[in-house]
């Protein structure tokens, strides 16, 4: 539902010619659309990797969405941020899911 509201901000920007910022909000709606898809699939899985991957993906996205200089949509940086901590916790997930599964065997 966030995915949803930081998508309809970018369009927004887009209304009053914030082409970067639109483009880098679209960019970080779609990926934690995506992300949050993946890991709803992906729940039962018991393997590391894809809570790895989603933590990167979402961190990388948010990084370099946050370090961007936009002109008018400076909700951005929040939205960012917010990305950036959710990364980190699926990152951190990982690695208690993998510590958890040598602990089973």
């Known amino acids: 539902m966030v995915s949803v509201f930081v998508g309809l901000q970018s369009l927004a920007a ?3 010619t914030d082409a970067i910022g639109a483009t880098l909000g679209l960019t970080l709606s779609t990926t934690m659309f995506t992300c949050g898809i993946i890991a709803i699939v992906s729940r039962k ?3 590391p990797s894809v809570c790895r ?3 990167i993906a979402l961190s990388i996205v948010g990084i370099i969405a946050y370090f961007v200089k936009v002109e008018m949509f400076s909700d951005l940086k929040i939205w960012s941020f917010m990305v950036v901590l959710v990364g980190a916790f699926f990152a ?3 690695f208690a899911i993998k510590s958890n599964n040598t ?3």
Do not use: N, T
């Open 14 to 16: 887009l209304a009053v």
């Open 92 to 94: 951190h997930c990982s």
């Open 53 to 55: 991957g989603i933590g």
């Open 103 to 105: 602990k089973m065997k």
């Open 45 to 47: 899985i018991r393997e």
